[in-house]
């Protein structure tokens, strides 16, 4: 057998590897991921809000449970790939993804010409659509709002909106103003980069200078070094969460994120929340080492709502609801789901 041959055999054997190895990583993440309780519910697909199609998912081992609609970070980040690493929230809550205007199946379905109408106001009200549907599906008066980061933005836009559709507002990595949020950020930064010796933020933060910037797209620097300053994840590995990671990473890698960061930024970075009027009980919850949104206590100080409590996770950053699923559920059974109705 010739050189070549001898390498080809070699490497076939390892794409067959690498097929078989990603064959039972797809099977244990559905076997994972499998809803089997006799009054559970794992319901998906596209409900016509706005206009267009947009992507819902429906799951929880008890259609009973207090309902909790999640309106993920971003904006254009998906988080239905990493359903797996909530999946003990489905004991004790219905947990609803919606795939945004401008991400994951929604943007697939309608592509990017639908991109003049991403507005804070016109998502705002396809939350509240979404929101809407969910209740009637699951016979529910109210439900649970649950915004992380850009989510933080729509929630809070939403129960100003439309209190009587929802018992209680989580917000974490809770902006204030995020252009002033920012502006807070920026010396954080230049710390964190020293301290870590990291030549290259250092380098790239120091030539863009402290916000405000002209162009909104300056503002993306700033969020990249937060987030790559946040402390890491501990999941533990598995063959069903390498699964869930290669997921994640290709909706990472999709259009959805740029195009919605750019179209948004602009009124993101002065959407002033401090002023929001919120009729429901707030619960903040924030990572203690947040860098993204150093300002959530001036959100929460400012919003005068019948009843709001400030919980604190030691250790974690802007992605502590990604960081310590479990740990967040704690602050959510205990301080959050007795106010369900």
Known sequence: MTFLSRAFSILLALGLLLLLACGWCAWRYDQALAVTT???????GYVRVGGIDQWVQIRGEDKANPVLLWLNGGPGFSVMSQTLFYRDWEKHFTVVMWDQRGEGRTLQKSGEAIASTMTIPRMAEDGIAVADYV?????KDRIILLGHSWGSILGVEMVRRRPDLFSAYVGT?????????LKETY?????????????????????????PYADPEKYFL???????????????LSAASLWAGAKFMASYLSPGPMLSQRRLMPEILTD?????????PVIIVEGDKDLVTPRSRIFFDAITPPSKRYITLPGHGHLALWADPPGFLKVLLAEVRPLAN
Do not use: C, M, Y
């Open 38 to 44: 006799p009054n559970g519910i794992d319901k998906s």
């Open 135 to 139: 209740r009637k599906q699951l016979g």
């Open 173 to 181: 990595g809770q902006v204030a103003k995020l252009g002033d949020d």
């Open 187 to 211: 010396p954080l930064l230049l710390e964190q980069a020293r301290l870590r010796n990291n030549r290259s933020a250092l380098a790239q933060l120091q030539a863009v200078g402290p916000p």
């Open 222 to 236: 700033s969020l990249k070094w937060a987030n790559a300053f946040d402390p890491p994840f501990q999941h533990r």
């Open 272 to 280: 002033d929340l401090t002023s929001a009027k919120l009729a429901i």
